[in-house]
């Protein structure tokens, strides 16, 4: 995900918002779809929509849940190669209101879709477990008119205040985007982080309907974290769809085997040291099923299942998965 330099907007102030000239990371990352340039999003969250009660689109959908604010600050915080992400607060101050996250896709067809699915899969984890995700706040559709029609989808997400992005280095290295600085993860840090996002997807699996929160992608922004004392806390930010034929030792198989590449290295999600993940499996099945017996019962169950299949795959060990003596190659 990239950075940007925080660009600042007020939108209802009557000032205009269209100053914005960026126009992504190119039409591949759309899908095929020509991604709509930055300017022309900002303008139309500035511009009325049809039965909008005559305000400005972003004001209308978030107004009223920033204490009826008539004018809105709105930052260009980060981008992915799919969405503008936006932080926004009420342009006279905070007044005790909470900073909203708008993720606005780049283009109409699939990351549009994409947009929207990820949307629905908010609502839905939030209704499961609210420390899983930040709270999903509204969806709407945005109307581009300039400098071509385009439909895009828009939603808006309470900030995940204290958290930061999760990300990696260009060699495969867990880092933290905190206060603008990129701050290496390293050593047991990284490892108690990784451990504490496979704890998420744990909590996010239907062991009856076999159904996993997936694709994830820990390189893009998915993922944010906070530090507390020697640990860490985490969000899912972007749950980008469901997969439905996810048996217990295909879950451990998306954690432990390289998914990614980051520069040169090949990236997994868990932690090398296998006692850190089966307690992060355990943790998440505790506390999705309200037993930790049970849940240690079936980190065990699915560690073995894992390690049943054998050799001969791409594997983030060279030894079973019980064995925790392996050494991580990031």
């Not at 305000?55 to 008539?70: Q, Y």
């Not at 040291?273 to 065990?300: C, I, P, S, V, Y």
């Not at 894992?306 to 190659?329: C, E, H, I, K």
């Given at each position: 995900?990239r950075r940007?330099?925080g660009?600042a907007?007020?939108?209802?102030?009557?000032t205009?918002a269209?100053?914005?000239t960026?126009?992504?990371t190119?039409?591949?990352?759309?899908?095929?779809?020509?991604p709509?340039p930055?300017?022309?999003?900002?303008?139309a969250?500035e511009r009325?929509?049809s039965?909008a009660?005559?305000r400005p689109?972003?004001?209308?959908l978030?107004?009223d849940?920033?204490?009826?604010?008539?004018?809105?600050?709105?930052?260009?915080a980060w981008?992915?190669?799919?969405?503008w992400i936006?932080r926004?607060?009420d342009a006279?101050?905070?007044?005790?209101?909470?900073?909203?996250?708008?993720?606005?896709?780049?283009?109409?067809?699939?990351?549009?879709r994409?947009a929207?699915s990820?949307?629905?899969?908010?609502?839905?984890l939030?209704?499961?477990d609210?420390?899983?995700?930040?709270?999903?706040?509204?969806?709407a559709v945005l109307h581009?008119q300039r400098p071509r029609?385009?439909?895009?989808?828009?939603?808006?997400?309470?900030?995940?205040e204290?958290?930061?992005?999760?990300?990696?280095?260009?060699?495969?290295?867990?880092?933290?985007h905190?206060d603008?600085?990129v701050?290496?993860?390293e050593?047991?840090?990284?490892?108690r982080?990784?451990?504490r996002?496979?704890e998420?997807?744990?909590?996010?699996?239907?062991?009856?309907?076999?159904?996993?929160?997936?694709?994830?992608?820990?390189?893009?922004?998915?993922?944010?974290a906070?530090?507390?004392?020697?640990?860490?806390?985490?969000?899912?930010?972007?749950?980008r769809g469901?997969d439905?034929?996810?048996?217990?030792a295909?879950?451990?198989?998306?954690?432990c085997?390289?998914?990614w590449?980051?520069?040169?290295?090949?990236?997994?999600l868990?932690p090398a040291?296998?006692?850190l993940?089966?307690?992060?499996?355990?943790?998440?099945f505790?506390?999705r099923?309200?037993?930790?017996e049970?849940g240690?019962e079936?980190?065990?169950r699915y560690l073995?299942a894992?390690?049943?299949l054998?050799?001969?795959?791409?594997?983030?060990?060279?030894?079973?998965?019980?064995?925790s003596s392996s050494?991580?190659?990031?």
């Amino acid at each position: 995900m990239r950075r940007t330099n925080g660009v600042a907007a007020p939108i209802g102030a009557g000032t205009g918002a269209g100053a914005g000239t960026g126009t992504g990371t190119g039409a591949g990352a759309s899908g095929g779809a020509r991604p709509v340039p930055l300017g022309a999003v900002q303008s139309a969250l500035e511009r009325p929509e049809s039965g909008a009660r005559g305000r400005p689109f972003l004001l209308d959908l978030v107004g009223d849940r920033l204490g009826g604010a008539t004018a809105l600050r709105v930052e260009l915080a980060w981008e992915r190669i799919d969405q503008w992400i936006f932080r926004v607060t009420d342009a006279r101050g905070t007044n005790g209101q909470p900073a909203l996250a708008l993720r606005v896709a780049k283009a109409p067809g699939p990351a549009a879709r994409l947009a929207r699915s990820e949307y629905q899969h908010l609502r839905a984890l939030y209704n499961v477990d609210a420390t899983l995700v930040p709270l999903p706040l509204a969806g709407a559709v945005l109307h581009v008119q300039r400098p071509r029609a385009a439909v895009l989808f828009t939603y808006v997400t309470l900030w995940p205040e204290g958290f930061s992005e999760v990300g990696y280095d260009a060699h495969g290295g867990l880092v933290l985007h905190e206060d603008g600085k990129v701050r290496p993860v390293e050593g047991a840090a990284g490892e108690r982080l990784r451990a504490r996002l496979c704890e998420i997807l744990a909590r996010c699996y239907d062991p009856a309907r076999q159904t996993a929160i997936w694709p994830v992608d820990p390189t893009a922004g998915d993922f944010v974290a906070r530090r507390d004392g020697d640990d860490f806390q985490a969000r899912l930010v972007s749950p980008r769809g469901t997969d439905r034929s996810v048996p217990p030792a295909r879950l451990v198989g998306l954690m432990c085997d390289p998914q990614w590449t980051v520069g040169g290295a090949r990236v997994a999600l868990a932690p090398a040291e296998t006692a850190l993940l089966e307690e992060a499996l355990a943790r998440g099945f505790a506390k999705r099923d309200g037993d930790a017996e049970r849940g240690r019962e079936r980190a065990r169950r699915y560690l073995s299942a894992y390690d049943a299949l054998g050799p001969g795959r791409d594997r983030q060990r060279s030894n079973p998965v019980r064995s925790s003596s392996s050494t991580s190659p990031r």
